[in-house]
């Protein structure tokens, strides 16, 4: 059963009511260290993310929703952090609410197949920590840039 499956199967039972999502996030810098930021069509910021398929690994979940998302592949290096709470809830335009527990993985880039698999991205950029947009849901900016000495737990 994909994810889009598997929530409509949910949906059907709890209607807009909230469902606790566990997902993935991607930090991919590169050399300027600059984070990838990807536009969705609704105009808001945010990283290549996902929620964890059933019957899938966090690890197969980020490489497939990085590649989805960004056309990179990308191999995950160390868990940043765990997120979760009333922070990373979100309501989405038809009243969904969902709760997002994301696993933050940085992530080196291996390749790209050049193929952006998903709608909803409109495009990707990389910024600095200064000149960053507003993302939809509040990451510390110290673990988006590695900056941390240990793994952030929230």
């Known amino acids: 059963m994909s994810g889009s499956e598997y929530i409509k199967h949910i949906r059907s039972k709890i209607g807009n009511s909230i469902l606790l999502i566990p997902s993935v996030g991607a930090v991919i810098l590169n050399e300027k260290n600059e984070l990838l930021l990807q536009e969705k069509n609704d ?7 996902g929620m964890i398929e059933p019957n899938e690994t966090p690890k197969e979940a980020i490489i497939r929703e990085a590649q989805e998302e960004t056309g990179l592949i990308v191999e995950p290096v160390t868990v940043l952090g765990v997120f979760g709470g009333g922070d990373f809830n979100y309501t989405y335009p038809n009243n969904n609410e969902v709760g997002y527990t994301i696993i933050l993985m940085l992530c080196s880039v291996k390749s790209e197949s050049g193929e952006i698999l998903d709608s909803e991205t ?18 510390p900016k110290e673990v ?11």
């Open 43 to 49: 105009n808001t910021w945010s990283l290549p993310a």
């Open 122 to 139: 409109k495009s990707l950029k990389y910024f600095s920590k200064e000149a960053m947009p507003k993302l939809a849901l509040p990451y």
């Open 144 to 154: 988006l840039f590695n900056e941390c000495k240990t793994t952030y737990i929230a």
